[in-house]
């Protein structure tokens, strides 16, 4: 298979299967199968080291990911930021932090799975499967941000115009090609990441339980008497 053959493959049809896979199947199994739309929370099997292992790495995968939303939506503001140097440098140090309370919080997660004889009992090979992408993923971030320093900007630069350019439906990957191959490996990663989204416990991320923003609140009351 040549090179172009290649990068068509992974940075046009891969994207375009992995988005048209999320969107169907996602209403399709909210419809279906909406009991099991859950994180489906295994703190009542092991309580010990949830904590330590659960949080850390939302804090870091919230932040990091909304930070790449950022450099989508707002390339020239991003960049604007750059520009002056102490800025770039609280950015990428920032980002950096969070990646790797990230991966640590995610490693925990992953530990606390395999040690856990009640908690490795209700992990599922979809899970497995998934944390395992999830560790590939965050590790290559990291390693991204050390190898390739300034991540925001050529971020801002090179991958923003491609991932627009998917998303007009008019794919120009020329942003993404001369890119060296853990970069690349990033990108095809996040692509299969949400194509396989639908078909795993990352659909929590869709029904964070909103209605309890204005909901009247639940009062429990014993029955009977002391
Ligand atoms: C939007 C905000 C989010 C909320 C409110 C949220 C909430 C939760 C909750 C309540 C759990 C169950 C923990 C437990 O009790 O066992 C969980 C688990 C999990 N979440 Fe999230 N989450 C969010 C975003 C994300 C994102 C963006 C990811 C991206 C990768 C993610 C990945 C996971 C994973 C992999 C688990 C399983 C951890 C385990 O139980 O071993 N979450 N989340």
Redesign the pocket.
Known sequence: MSQHVLDQFMFVALPYVCLFTFFLMTIYRYRMQSFSYS?L???FLENKH?FW??VP??YG??VV?AGHFVAFLIPRTLLAWNSHPLRLYVLEITALAFGLLTFIGLTG?IV??LSSSKVRIVTSPTDWI??AM?LIQTGSGISNALVYPWGSSWFATSMAPYLWSILKLSPDVTFVTAMPWMIKLHVVLAFLTIGFFPFT??V??LV?PNPYLWRKPQVVRWYGRK
Do not use: D, E, G, P
């Open positions: 994180s929370s295994s703190q949830h292992a659960v790495f939302h995968i919230l990911t997660v606390r799975r998934l944390f999830l416990r990352l929590h991320v964070i």
